[in-house]
């Protein structure tokens, strides 16, 4: 599966120099940037919106893949689209018109994913699968990085891509991703893969090539 994409979530890196460390990244041969955006309220964490992505927006040609983990997307989405961001994922668990917010998106010239905690079941894109470009499983609860990957995943990620059923639509895996846990996720349907701790350790772009490189070394084969 040689095609599986890789998207460093910049959560792991270092936010003083967060310019710098996008450059880092797509230089060590990332194929996305993944921004986790927290409200401190959806999830207890918090991080940044859309005026600090479009200040980085400038480091890399690469698309941005923002993950906003908020309890109210509808009202920020023009604005995360003018700061730059290329995929645009909410939560299923927030979207009381997931249907409306989804063409939303595309509508904004974004390509449009839904987000499922590890609770959530794999249903409620049943009815939305001809709006969606990409699915972000999470496979830890949101609102942190370095957390232990959740297995009982595994499963959903192979019901999802039944019921997309040949759709050309990304299933992107995040959290707990590590060249242990990457063949688990590719073997089961995932496309993309979302790595904060196992591409940013080391600190530097030697370190994070080496560690983009174990990640597809691990699913090269499959
Ligand atoms: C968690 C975030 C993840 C996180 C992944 O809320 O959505 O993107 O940064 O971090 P690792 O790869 O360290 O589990
Ligand atoms: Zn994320």
Known sequence: MANVKI???????DFGRLADEIRAVD?????????DVMDGHFVPNLTFGPPIIQA?????????????????PDRL????AKAGCNLITVHAEVC???DRTLAQIRD?????????????????????????????????????????????????IARINQLLDGRVVDIEVDGGITPETA???VEAGATAL??????????NEEAYRKNIEAIRASVASL
């Open 56 to 72: 980085v927006r400038h480091a890399t040609d690469k698309p941005f893949d923002a993950h906003l983990m908020v309890s109210n």
């Open 183 to 185: 063949p688990l996720v």
């Open 27 to 35: 230089a060590a041969g990332c194929d996305w940037i993944h921004l």
């Open 108 to 156: 904004l010239g974004c390509r449009a994913g839904v987000s499922l905690n590890p609770h959530m079941p794999e249903d409620c894109l049943r009815y939305v699968l001809d709006r969606l470009d990409l699915v972000l499983v999470m496979s830890v609860n949101p609102g942190f990085g370095g957390q232990s990957f959740l297995p009982t995943v595994i499963d959903k």
């Open 7 to 13: 998207a460093p979530s910049v959560l792991a890196s």
């Open 77 to 80: 989405l023009v604005e995360y």
């Open 96 to 98: 009381d018109h997931l």
């Open 194 to 203: 979302v790595a904060g701790s196992a591409v940013f350790k080391g600190g």
